[in-house]
C-alpha cells in the first residue's frame, strides 16, 4: 500500500497505521535527514506503538525542533468515543466516531472488548457498514458506506488500549494487572465489514499488529474472519501470516445461499478448497469455522455429520454460536438441547467444537448484533430540522 502524501498537503499527515517505510517517506518529506531515518522511525514507532503518547511533547528523546515541525506537519490520530458501554459481564462495547471523509461526512463505527481469565479479545470493524445482507447478522442491515483506512483501523486498537490503561507502563504500576501481561491478548476482525473486501489496508493493519517492537500481538493472536471471499484468502496468509476464521453456518449450498448471499458467488466447495490451501496449516494453526445455530434452519443432526464430513482434512475447530436476536431478526436460536447434541456429533466425529457463551447481549455487543448509531442519528438529525 501507498499513501499519497501530497493529497495531505493541506492537513496534517496522519502517523497511525503508516508501515516503517512509509512513516521514512513521511519523515524525509518534512526534512529529516536519511542518515537520521531509521533512527526516528524507530523512535516514532515505539512512541506510538510502545508507549501509547498521543502528543509528540511527550515524546522526550527527540528534539524539540523535530518535534515543532512533527506537531505542525503530523498527527497521531484516534477516533472519537461517543459512546462506551459496560454490560454486565464486563463486555465492553465503543461506539467511535470517524474523522471527516473526503465529502466531510464523519461516520461510525462499533467495536467490543471481552474479557475472560486468560485472554482478553478485541473484536475490531474494518468497513463502515456491510455490502453482505446475511440473514442472521444485525450489521448486514446496516448499508455500506466505505472501507476503514489502516489509520481508523489500528486507531480503534488504540482507543481500547486507553480505555483498559493497556500499555506497559500503566500495567507497571496497575493494582491487578492481568495474568497474561496485558489486557488485549487478541484481536479479531469480526466487527463490522467483511475484511477481504478491504484487503489492502486490513494486510497492512495486521502487519502493524504484529510488529514486534510495537503492539507486538502474535500473528497466532490475530484472526481475519471472512464470510468467504475466495480469491483474498492465499493473500492473507501469505502476505501475513494471520489465523483465518471462516463464518460458514451451513452445511449445503441451498442453506447458505440463503444465509450468506456470498455463498452464490464462492460456493462451499471452492471456499474449502481455498482453506486446505493456506498457507501454514498445522494442528498448531487451525481454522476456525463459526457456525450460528439457528432453529430448524442448520442445526439437525444430519448438518452435523455433513459438517464433520466437509471439514474431514483440514486442521480446524468449529465454534458454535447460539443465535443473538436482534430486534426484528426472523430467526430464533436453536433450543440448548439441539445445540449440545449438535456439538457432541462435531466432538465425535474428531473436531472440537466449543459452544460460545453468548456476551455483552444486555448491550448488542455479541456476535451479530454490532451496527453503529449513524443512520438513526442521523435521521433523528432530520427529524428536529423538519419541526
Known sequence: MTIDIASQTQTRIDLVGLERGQLARVLADI???ERQSKMRVQQLW?????????????????SKDLRATLARRCAISRPEVVVHQKSVDG???????????????RHEVEMVFIPEEDRGTLCISSQVGCTLN?????????????????????????????????????????PDPPAAGRFITNVVFMGMGEPLY??????????????????????????VSTAGVVPEIPRLGAETGVM???????????????????????????????????????????????YVMLKGVNDSEADARRLVAMLRGIPAKVNLI??????????????????????????????????????????????????????????????????
Open 31 to 33: 526534512g529529516v535527514p
Open 46 to 62: 515505539h512512541w506510538i506503538y510502545h508507549r501509547g503518547v498521543r502528543s509528540f511533547d511527550e515524546m522526550t528523546n527527540i
Open 91 to 105: 463486555t465492553r462495547k465503543w461506539l467511535l466516531r470517524l474523522a471527516p471523509d473526503a465529502h466531510g461526512q
Open 134 to 174: 446475511c440473514s442472521f447478522c444485525h450489521t448486514g442491515t446496516q448499508r455500506w458506506v466505505r472501507n476503514l483506512t489502516v489509520a481508523e483501523i489500528i486507531g480503534q486498537v488504540l482507543v481500547a488500549k486507553d480505555a483498559l490503561g493497556d500499555w506497559p507502563m500503566l500495567i507497571e504500576r496497575h
Open 198 to 223: 478491504n484487503p489492502e489496508n486490513v494486510f497492512a493493519a495486521c502487519r502493524v499488529l504484529a510488529d514486534g517492537e510495537g503492539l507486538a500481538l502474535s500473528k497466532r493472536r490475530i484472526t
Open 244 to 290: 483465518l476464521a471462516i463464518s460458514l453456518h451451513a452445511t449445503t449450498d441451498d442453506v447458505r445461499d440463503e444465509l450468506v448471499p456470498l455463498n452464490r458467488k464462492y460456493p462451499i466447495a471452492g471456499l474449502l478448497e481455498a482453506c486446505r490451501a493456506y498457507p501454514g496449516l498445522s494442528n498448531a494453526k487451525r481454522i476456525t469455522f463459526e
Open 322 to 387: 447460539p443465535f443473538n436476536p436482534w430486534p426484528d431478526s426472523r430467526h430464533a436460536c436453536s433450543d440448548w438441547e439441539t445445540i449440545e447434541r449438535f456439538a457432541e456429533i462435531v466432538n465425535d466425529g474428531g473436531l472440537a467444537a466449543p459452544i460460545r457463551t453468548p456476551r455483552g447481549r444486555d448491550i448488542l455487543a455479541a456476535c451479530g448484533q454490532l451496527k453503529s448509531e449513524s443512520e438513526r442519528l442521523a435521521a433523528r438529525r432530520r427529524s428536529r430540522r423538519l419541526r
